[in-house]
């Protein structure tokens, strides 16, 4: 099971073995992407070795990966299971175990941190969407030795009640994957995706999976109201929306159908293919301004992303999305912070109660509509303060060094507290 190209997952090296449990590293998901860009920057310190348990709903092969000599990814389906992790424990002797996603995919390893513990300490990379303070959740949290939350709103929640391993260790990208491109590139680049003629068209960007959380047939209403707003003001309808998603997915409304209801189908394009960051980038950057209008969004990479190749935002203020839109360091915003206009209490068996945050379509297409008539020597000048917003606030060594240090101290707390049981024969 543990074995490819005659290379076990024991290093031989003395170096620091982290067991993972979170997204396939080498996936294109938000978690996987992440998970890539950490363990290769800590990769990089010398110090650390690890080994995935790469998870997916279903893998086209399950072979183990040896991507290098200190990441070596088993594909698994869906999160694991104790018997696994039990042997992974039992052969490995991982020195920290770290997990990262959402706490109901782990209840199984949360019920057997006593055998956790008897080999390493559980660092985890947290988030929780909203308030109020999910009190169901501390027999996670006091199961963890180290809490670092990528989230700012769910460092606030959680930090006082545990102030001494509960950090803000936000995601990040590491450098030149996302970035701006010289005018007559991106100029070239938008006449040859869009059409030459849509080369002077206003042009928003919402990169998301086609489902219920993210609201895309709102996203698509929202866009249809804009352009009647530009139609009154302006006298046409010069503006393209890219919407980089399936419009098919089952998880989601066929956005097909509802583009044509709306009648915006010659005013909405669809990306369709899975994209490697290059092409990505150059999305971003054809881009005026990039959205997101998810009722509930744990961090929202996309936004960050686009803020990387300077492209302005327009999101809610919930989540994730607050600390990126709202700009704490120069002030202002970096492109439009959306105030919550309803807010309502669900929940389910699982997780008894959380806030699902709304906006109203008719205030997401008065900011477009801000956006758009703001004169061109503003739009440049907010272009470079929410690149500099987004490469200091989140700075990609930054996130590695505290990780780094992160889990330095909390495996030194963990040793030193270790109690070393001795039997006795009579």
């Known amino acids: 099971m543990y ?10 090296s003395k170096k620091l073995k982290v067991l993972v449990l979170s997204d396939h590293a080498l996936s294109t998901s938000g ?15 010398g110090t650390w070795t690890f080994r995935q348990f790469g998870a997916a709903v279903k893998h086209n092969d399950y072979r183990t990966v040896v991507v290098n000599e200190d990441l070596i990814i088993k594909p698994i389906d869906g999160f694991g299971n104790p018997e696994m992790l039990r042997i992974a424990l039992a052969t490995e002797k991982p020195d920290l175990l770290f997990i990262f996603t959402d706490p109901r995919f782990f209840i199984w390893l949360f019920e057997m941190e006593d055998e956790i513990h008897q080999i390493c300490p559980i660092v985890w990379w947290h988030v929780w969407d909203n308030y109020p303070y999910p009190e169901f959740n501390d027999p996670f949290y006091q199961a963890t030795d180290l809490i670092n939350c990528h989230s700012h709103m769910t460092y606030q929640m959680i930090k006082d009640r545990y102030p001494n391993k509960t950090n803000w ?26 059409g030459k003629d849509r080369e002077d068209h206003f042009v928003g960007i919402w990169v998301n999976r086609n489902a219920k959380r993210k609201r895309p047939n709102d996203v698509l209403e929202s866009w249809s109201l804009f352009l ?6 302006k006298g046409h309808k010069k503006a393209t929306l890219i919407m980089h ?78 600390k990126q839109v709202c700009n704490d360091i120069e002030g202002g915003e970096n492109g439009v912070a959306l105030d919550i206009d309803n807010r309502t209490l669900v929940g389910s068996q699982s997780v ?22 703001m004169p061109e020597h503003k739009k440049k000048k907010l272009s470079s303060k929410v690149l500099r917003y987004a490469k200091n606030q989140f700075n990609h060594q930054k996130t590695v060094d505290m990780w780094h240090d992160t889990m330095n101290k909390t495996l030194n707390n963990f040793k030193s507290k270790k109690i070393n049981w001795t039997i006795t024969e009579y």
Not at 31 to 43: D, E, K
Not at 361 to 366: C, G, L, P
Request: with cysteine; charged share 25%; glycine share 6%.
């Open 31 to 45: 978690v996987g992407t992440q998970t890539r860009h950490l363990l290769n920057g800590l990769i990089d310190k």
């Open 352 to 373: 008894p109660y959380i806030y699902e945050d709304y906006v109203k379509n008719e205030s997401v297409a008065k900011a477009i509509m801000k956006l758009y008539s």
């Open 169 to 194: 260790v936000p995601h990040s990208l590491p450098k030149n994957i996302f970035h701006p491109i010289e005018e007559e590139v991106r100029i070239e680049y938008k006449r040859n995706l869009l």
């Open 228 to 233: 009647k707003l530009l139609k009154r003001k």
């Open 3 to 12: 074995y490819s190209s005659n290379k076990t997952w024991r290093s031989m």
């Open 245 to 322: 998603t399936e419009p098919t997915d089952a998880e989601g409304p066929n956005l097909f159908r509802t583009s044509e209801m709306l009648g915006i189908q010659n005013n909405v394009f669809f990306s369709r293919e899975r994209l490697e960051f290059e092409k990505m980038n150059i999305l971003y950057n054809i881009s005026d301004f990039c959205i997101n209008m998810s009722y509930a969004e744990g961090f929202g990479l996309s936004t960050l992303e686009s803020m990387m190749t300077a492209t302005p935002i327009i999101a809610a203020k919930t989540g994730g999305l607050t």
